[in-house]
């Protein structure tokens, strides 16, 4: 008889895709900034020879705005966000936990509305046609990057805020909770 491989659904599983995943990310950044600085650089070139190449512009703003937005969810994702140093540090774990969820509760409702306006902005250009002046690219692409910056930073707030609300319920600090 042969043992059927089941999935693993200990809770060790979610976290290792999720650090695979802010990996792939992390490198994925990585190379389109690489990408960006040598197209900036080609465009410094052309520029220094007489030739103006059209879009150059417009490609390098667009991707520092996607690259800022994807950081976002990193950066949230790991807790390297604004935080209250001063006085987290001066408090027991618990309260430092409960500082932590406050905080990722309050970021999660301000980028749950910044995503749900920037949606709405993004449906408005979009039926009106809008495109970029140089290429021509539509204005759902950069702007989308708002609302999946906005949006996905709310949604990784509320699963820090319930992971910690877990762990206070459970009786533990700051310092027992692992998510990276």
Known sequence: ?????????????PMR???????????????????LVVLNVANALARATGIVVIGIDEVLV???????MLGMLLVTAER?????ELVT???????????????HIILAGACAYSAYQS?????????????????????????????????????IAIVLAIG???QWMAG???EQQALS
């Open 17 to 35: 895709l999720f650090r695979i995943a802010a990996a792939a990310l992390r490198v994925l950044l990585g190379l389109v900034l690489i990408g």
């Open 80 to 84: 390297g966000h604004i935080n209250f």
């Open 172 to 174: 533990g600090g700051l």
């Open 62 to 68: 667009f991707g520092m705005i996607w690259m800022v």
């Open 119 to 155: 949606f709405q902005y993004v449906s408005q250009i979009t039926r009106l046609g809008q495109t970029s002046m140089a290429l021509g690219m539509p204005m759902l692409i950069p702007h989308s990057a708002i609302v999946v910056g906005f949006g996905g930073t709310a949604i």
């Open 89 to 103: 540090s001066r408090v027991g774990p618990r309260m430092r936990l409960v500082l932590m969820i406050v905080t």
């Open 164 to 166: 910690g609300i877990r």
């Open 1 to 13: 008889m042969v043992a059927e491989a089941k999935p693993d659904s200990s809770p060790e599983c």
